[in-house]
């Protein structure tokens, strides 16, 4: 594991982390860059103790008291790192800018951490200075409106006006740690949920669900993660109204506990803990109280304010009566949980991926407005039609409400998880964004584009070797990535075509097309499918797979080396006149001769002249001079050579010594 991930997922700078783990019996180096599992397991475990977090990073959460600008200019002198402002949202090229470095390091730098994001989106605070913080920067938090590098107001798009507001579901996420049965608690809500008749049907989950309980709705996020959550709450949208934080009974507060809550705290969500596994023998839910009380989470009959309710996922325990408290919680935020349905409808993508029937599908969770089929939306900075909906059953439907999650097909890209999604009226902006959506082929026609060369000799005029690339990769961001790094590759003996680039797995039909097109097939984050790796066996088309850029960029950094060639340049390094034949063996000889010019040296390629004329090419095996082995013998110098080869030297042949070099 990094040591920047180990960091951001105790929520401390790399730099803080490198230096308490010496204190805790980690020694790994203040230069390391990764940690063994095992020991990264070890760590987690230990700064998940309350009472050892607090005596080591104590520190990160005291406020410290604010400099005035010119003392942190002198500050910031004095340590020789200079001071960037960050706001809680960064668009990566401003980023950039801001850092004096070019777009695609950053854009590499960020996939290298595990965060796949194009030049034109926009990253959260944490990522951004943990990444600054690695490359020298010193980060402080500006106020600047989040969002304001696109000049989008996620808080007016997502305002509602009391005249048309109207209630609607709450929307539930359910966060924890890993094993504390996250999943099994989602999916006993959705099956006690549905119907006999629907049972059978249940297949199309979406990422979101809804449940309904005594006449009313409650909707259901299946977050991928923290980060993913992280990713739509800092994008300005308010995804959840209510959070469930799972805890074991039979394992307690861990360090995904932690960071729950933490994301918990920053979206300010009112939650509910869900105290799980309560039918495993020996399991003591006081203690898990105590635990949950250390980190500032005194459960009611406590004398504290986080409701807890006890329940068995696996024995379908108490389920009703924590989707009961979920509701007592609603009603409590029940001014809060209202949209207004006469507006454009907004969402936010809470799941995309690349399916194999129906290509890039996207899961949107609509805040405000009604969203319906046909509509004009803007994801992220580009623009779609809405062709088709489903909801979480796999239904197809025509509008979807606030708080539904509606799966959409007929997207020309796959979306980022926590792009928000706009219907869009203004039919300007509509033909700009559609006209920007063409942007990234550009990119690839202007790297396909052939240059024209000014000089008209006729080196110059010969036909360049080609390497042909079809690139499949995960997200746009990616691919976007690869392009960008490709055209600082050196091409003036080669020429790089990217025949094709797309989302998803590689399939049987890229494996055509890179046959036809004598093509690399090359795919980033991705897999091949089975059709397509009998294909590739049978067209012997070889399919590289990468999951770290710099190796795909190696790759490819090879093969147009290999396919270019090397030029192999003669230097002649001296002559020798041959005076006298010593000896003859089956495909050798011994001669004796004085040297013209230059020198004459041993394991080198020897061409043999004769009146002019040459008539064969040897190698020179040794040398000897006043019998003694020598490695050279220069102009002036008479020696003795041994030649071999299939050759027939004669007295007054001319022996030119060269050398080849790789140009």
């Known amino acids: 594991m990094n040591v920047t991930e180990l960091a951001?997922?105790?929520?401390?700078?790399?730099?803080?982390?490198?230096?308490?783990?010496?204190?805790?019996?980690?020694d790994i180096g203040l230069r390391?860059?990764?940690?063994?599992?095992?020991?990264?397991?070890?760590?987690?475990?230990k700064l998940s103790d309350p009472?050892?977090?607090?005596?080591?990073?104590?520190?990160?959460?005291?406020?410290?008291?604010?400099?005035?600008?010119?003392?942190?200019?002198?500050?910031?002198?004095?340590?020789?790192?200079?001071?960037?402002q960050i706001s809680e949202r960064i668009v990566v090229k401003e980023l950039s800018k801001r850092m004096g470095m070019p777009v695609t390091n950053l854009i590499l730098e960020l996939i290298k951490n595990g965060v796949m994001a194009s030049l034109n989106q926009d990253i959260d605070f944490e990522t951004a200075s943990i990444i600054a913080e690695d490359l020298g920067f010193k980060v402080e938090k500006s106020e600047e409106r989040a969002g304001a590098a696109h000049n989008i107001d996620y808080g007016k798009l997502l305002q509602v006006d009391?005249?048309?507001?109207?209630?609607?579901?709450?929307?539930?996420?359910?966060?924890?740690?890993?094993?504390?049965?996250?999943?099994?608690?989602?999916?006993?809500?959705?099956?006690?949920?549905?119907?006999?008749?629907?049972?059978?049907?249940?297949?199309?989950?979406?990422?979101?669900?809804?449940?309904?309980?005594?006449?009313?709705?409650?909707?259901?996020?299946?977050?991928?993660?923290?980060?993913?959550?992280?990713?739509?709450?800092?994008?300005?949208?308010?995804?959840?109204?209510?959070?469930?934080?799972?805890?074991?009974?039979?394992?307690g507060v861990q360090p995904q506990t932690i960071e729950a809550v933490a994301h918990i705290r920053q979206a300010g969500l009112p939650f509910i803990v869900a105290i799980n596994k309560i039918d495993k023998p020996g399991v003591n839910i006081d203690k898990v109280k105590s635990d949950l009380a250390n980190i500032g989470l005194a459960a009611e009959d406590w004398g504290g304010k986080t409701i807890c309710v006890a329940i068995s996922a696996?024995?379908?325990?108490?389920?009703?009566?924590?989707?009961?408290?979920?509701?007592?919680?609603?009603?409590?935020?029940?001014?809060?949980?209202?949209?207004?349905?006469?507006?454009?409808?907004?969402g936010t993508i809470i799941e995309s991926h690349i399916d194999k029937g129906e290509g890039p599908v996207a899961t949107a969770l609509i805040h405000n407005g009604i969203l319906k089929k046909g509509e004009i939306v803007k994801i992220g900075e580009r623009a779609n039609k809405i062709r088709a909906m489903k909801n979480w059953k796999g239904e197809a439907v025509d509008r979807a409400m606030p708080s539904m999650p509606v799966k959409i097909l007929g997207l020309k890209n796959v979306p980022l998880v926590g792009e928000i999604l706009q219907v869009l009226a203004d039919r300007k902006e509509i033909r700009k964004l559609f006209k920007n959506r063409k942007e990234l082929s550009r990119l690839v026609e202007q790297h396909q584009a052939t240059k024209t060369e000014e000089s008209e000799s006729d080196e110059e005029k010969k036909e360049k070797p080609q390497v042909n690339l079809i690139l499949k990769a995960d997200v746009f961001g990616s691919i976007e990535a690869i392009i960008e790094s490709l055209e600082k590759i050196n091409q003036t003996r080669v020429k790089l075509v990217i025949i094709k680039q797309g989302l998803g797995n590689i399939t049987e039909k890229d494996v055509e097309q890179a046959a036809t097109s004598k093509a690399y097939l090359l795919g980033f984050n991705v897999k091949m499918t089975a059709e397509a790796k009998r294909q590739a066996v049978e067209e012997n088309i070889e399919i590289q797979l990468f999951n770290v850029i710099y190796d795909l960029l190696l790759f490819v950094e090879q093969e147009i080396k290999r396919v270019a060639g090397v030029e192999m340049v003669e230097k002649t390094l001296g002559k020798l006149k041959v005076l006298k034949i010593f000896s003859t063996g089956k495909n050798w000889q011994i001669v004796g001769g004085r040297v013209e010019s230059g020198k004459i040296m041993s394991d080198l390629m020897a061409k043999i002249y004769r009146g002019g004329e040459l008539i064969e090419q040897a190698q020179v095996v040794s040398l000897e001079a006043g019998k003694e082995i020598v490695k050279e013998a220069v102009a002036g110098q008479e020696c003795g050579m041994k030649i071999k080869g299939i050759v027939e030297i004669k007295g007054g042949d001319e022996i030119e010594v060269i050398k080849i070099e790789e140009k």
């Open 162 to 251: 009391k005249k048309n507001a109207v209630p609607r579901p709450p929307v539930v996420v359910v966060m924890g740690h890993v094993d504390h049965g996250k999943t099994k608690l989602l999916d006993v809500i959705r099956q006690t949920n549905i119907m006999e008749g629907e049972a059978g049907g249940i297949t199309q989950h979406i990422g979101a669900y809804q449940v309904e309980k005594g006449g009313r709705l409650l909707t259901f996020i299946d977050t991928p993660g923290h980060e993913a959550f992280s990713a739509m709450r800092s994008r300005g949208a308010q995804v959840a109204d209510i959070a469930i934080l799972i805890v074991a009974a039979d394992d």
């Open 8 to 26: 951001r997922k105790l929520r401390i700078t790399p730099a803080k982390l490198r230096e308490v783990m010496p204190k805790l019996g980690f």
């Open 314 to 346: 696996k024995q379908n325990l108490h389920i009703d009566e924590l989707l009961e408290t979920l509701f007592l919680v609603a009603d409590m935020e029940s001014d809060k949980i209202v949209a207004d349905e006469k507006s454009l409808a907004v």
């Open 51 to 84: 009472k050892i977090r607090q005596k080591y990073l104590t520190d990160d959460v005291v406020e410290k008291p604010k400099k005035s600008g010119e003392a942190k200019q002198a500050e910031s002198k004095k340590e020789g790192n200079k001071v960037i």
């Open 32 to 45: 390391a860059i990764k940690v063994d599992p095992t020991m990264a397991q070890a760590i987690l475990e």
